[in-house]
């Protein structure tokens, strides 16, 4: 038996999941995707539909990762049937600037504390919150993200800290 096109997005998101991935705005793309292939009566990905859909998007990083999503699925869902086609480069190619990342130095880290400091105390604990995280950030290159989602529980008996929902 063969399944929904919108079936096999779930699965497939499901797998990546499992595996440690969010997968938010893709998993919302190729749901799209999806319902729009079944809305044509598609049982399989075709790189003409994906061309098609991907282009629909208003920009070019967009259209990029619109064609990279399904080109993933594709790929997964080829290794079981072989109608599903796999995806050739992106033609979309799109030049994304990212900034290099800035790195402080010791002497702007401690003058960030030195302002967490000084921090009006409008709730118990807020100055020592701010000045922990600002070092605890510093020390360990924690995301912001990775830092607010500690728990106690997350330090280990060793001084290990067990981070939990990391981008990788």
Same mark, same amino acid.
């Given at each position: 038996?063969?399944?929904?096109?919108?079936?096999?997005? =779930?699965?497939?998101?499901?797998?990546r999941r499992a595996l440690g991935y969010q997968l938010l705005r893709p998993g919302r793309q190729l749901r799209a995707f999806a319902a &729009? !292939?079944?809305?044509?009566?598609?049982?399989?990905?075709?790189?003409?539909?994906?061309? =098609? &859909?991907? !282009?629909?998007?208003?920009?070019?990083?967009?259209?990029?990762?619109? &064609?990279?999503?399904?080109?993933?699925?594709?790929?997964?869902? +080829? !290794?079981?049937? @072989?109608? +599903?086609?796999?995806? @050739? @480069? =992106?033609?979309?190619?799109?030049? /994304?600037?990212?900034?290099?990342?800035? %790195?402080? =130095?010791?002497?702007? %880290?401690?003058?960030?504390?030195? !302002?967490?400091?000084?921090?009006? @105390?409008?709730?118990?604990?807020?100055?020592?919150?701010?000045?922990?995280?600002?070092?605890? %950030?510093?020390?360990?290159?924690? /995301? %912001?993200?990775?830092a607010l989602d500690l728990k106690i529980s997350d330090v280990r008996p060793d001084g290990v800290l067990h981070i939990r929902r990391t981008?990788?």
């Amino acid at each position: 038996g063969w399944t929904m096109l919108p079936d096999d997005v =779930s699965r497939y998101l499901t797998l990546r999941r499992a595996l440690g991935y969010q997968l938010l705005r893709p998993g919302r793309q190729l749901r799209a995707f999806a319902a &729009w !292939a079944q809305e044509r009566e598609e049982r399989y990905v075709l790189a003409s539909s994906a061309l =098609s &859909w991907a !282009a629909m998007a208003p920009t070019p990083p967009t259209r990029h990762d619109r &064609w990279r999503n399904v080109g993933l699925l594709a790929r997964f869902l +080829h !290794a079981e049937e @072989p109608r +599903h086609e796999l995806l @050739p @480069p =992106s033609p979309f190619r799109s030049r /994304r600037f990212r900034p290099p990342p800035y %790195i402080y =130095s010791p002497a702007e %880290i401690a003058g960030m504390m030195e !302002a967490a400091r000084r921090l009006r @105390p409008t709730y118990p604990l807020r100055r020592e919150v701010w000045v922990t995280l600002i070092g605890l %950030i510093a020390a360990t290159g924690l /995301r %912001i993200s990775e830092a607010l989602d500690l728990k106690i529980s997350d330090v280990r008996p060793d001084g290990v800290l067990h981070i939990r929902r990391t981008k990788f």
